[in-house]
């Protein structure tokens, strides 16, 4: 199920939080595609629940309430370089959520207006087993 794992971005640990499934890199490239650069937050936000929301890089301002999970490096179809991805997650949510391990999966359906697939008749979601 696991296509590719996030690089390890938390200082002492060694083994990646966040990972994405096949159908998920391919909706990132045609994404990125459309979109450019692109980033993941997920908040345990009241509209779309914790979905992860897919921005442009820099659409959502990330801080000291934010903790980077891991960055995606994406192989573009034209196999022009790689694409980073960095999956951001709020402070509060990974005190909740520390103890796991997320897979990012996409399905058919229609997800939050504020994330760039949703035109795409997708959404993201996440997929978690204990670590």
């Not at 509209?47 to 890089?57: E, I, L, N, T, V």
């Amino acid at each position: 199920m696991i296509d590719l794992d996030a690089a390890v971005t938390l200082p002492g640990e060694d083994f990646s939080r966040v990972a994405l499934t096949r159908p998920a890199v391919r909706l990132l490239q045609k994404l990125w595609g459309i979109h450019g650069p692109l980033m993941f937050h997920q908040s345990g936000g009241c509209c779309d629940g914790s979905s992860p929301m897919c921005y442009p890089a820099g659409d959502f301002i990330t801080a000291e309430a934010d903790v980077l999970l891991g960055v995606f490096d994406i192989a573009p179809s034209d196999d022009d370089g790689v694409w980073p991805i960095e999956f951001w997650m709020s402070r509060e949510q990974f005190e909740y959520w520390k103890h796991t391990h997320l897979t990012v999966d996409v399905v058919e359906g229609r997800g939050s207006g504020f994330s760039v697939e949703a035109p795409e008749g997708k959404r993201f979601l996440v997929r978690s087993r204990l670590i």
